[in-house]
């Protein structure tokens, strides 16, 4: 756990060094006029493919960018940059995504946040931490009390969140859509936000940033309450005491 620990901390750290004075010249359109890519996306993701093989060789990375097979029993879930419209238009709410999973399990994980100097790991049994120290989930009880992060994919026909936002826009104390659900979840298991939900993500979005939560004290869950399954791109994510709640106010929606 601690070899791939390292490994996505030096992986991380060339990314961030990398983008962080990065400015895109070439902005493209992937399935749809919203989905963007950069030239730094797939820079960022070569890199992180080379430092991680120097530290972990010959276990697989699977990208956003690149691709990979993630059925191997360990391999890599990386997002080379987590908020790329973020990115694109020049605001600093963009990160790098990196984490070791074996199936649904996530062992290791990093994200980095480089314009605003956000470090987050995280290894399973080992804690969460920032540059700060530990992190815990907050302490909020009341859904009506509670901030909550969310997203929305870039396709909004079918299944596009837009109902569940109002709902909970007008139940719980409010909501914020920052445009990176791996900085969400990071800021969960900081207490920052105490609780985020979203559908139609990948594993690289998820990845690190659930396990950041578990072991911050949060829960994970689908929106159901059901088992999370990084393959299935649904979650549930909260600092437990609003879970039920969420669960409850999400079914009404």
């Known amino acids: ?36 890519v950069t030239e730094w996306d797939v820079k960022s993701e070569e890199l992180i493919r080379r430092v991680l093989e120097e530290h972990a060789p010959g276990v697989p990375v699977v990208g956003e960018e690149g691709g990979g097979d993630a059925t191997s029993d360990l391999h890599w879930l990386v997002d080379p940059i987590d908020g790329t419209v973020n990115f694109a238009h020049g605001l600093p709410l963009w990160c790098v995504s990196i984490a070791a999973a074996r199936g649904n399990d996530v062992l290791a994980g990093v994200v980095v946040a480089p314009l605003l100097d956000w470090w987050f790991e995280a ?30 994919p ?8 837009l109902d ?6 007008r139940t ?16 969960v298991a900081k207490g920052a936000l105490d609780g985020h939900w979203e559908n139609r993500l990948q594993a690289w979005d998820l990845a690190a940033g659930v396990l950041m939560i578990r072991e911050a004290g949060g829960i994970v869950t689908n929106m159901t309450g059901g088992s999370f399954d990084l393959a299935v791109g649904e979650v549930l994510a909260s600092n437990g005491a609003i879970h039920n709640g969420l669960i409850a106010e999400l079914a009404r929606a």
């Open 1 to 36: 756990m601690s070899d791939l620990l390292v490994a996505a901390r030096a992986a991380a750290r060339a990314a961030s060094t990398l983008l962080r004075d990065a400015r895109p010249d070439r902005v493209k359109s992937k399935s749809n006029p919203r989905d963007l």
């Open 172 to 187: 719980a104390g409010s909501c914020r859509r920052l445009g990176s659900a791996a900085i969400d979840l990071c800021l």
């Open 164 to 169: 569940r936002w109002s709902h909970l826009m």
């Open 154 to 161: 870039y396709d909004m026909t079918g299944e596009n969140n």
């Open 123 to 152: 290894s399973a049994g080992g804690g969460a931490r920032d540059a700060n120290g530990p992190l815990a989930v907050s302490r909020v009880d009341r859904l009506d009390q509670a901030l909550l992060g969310t997203g929305f």
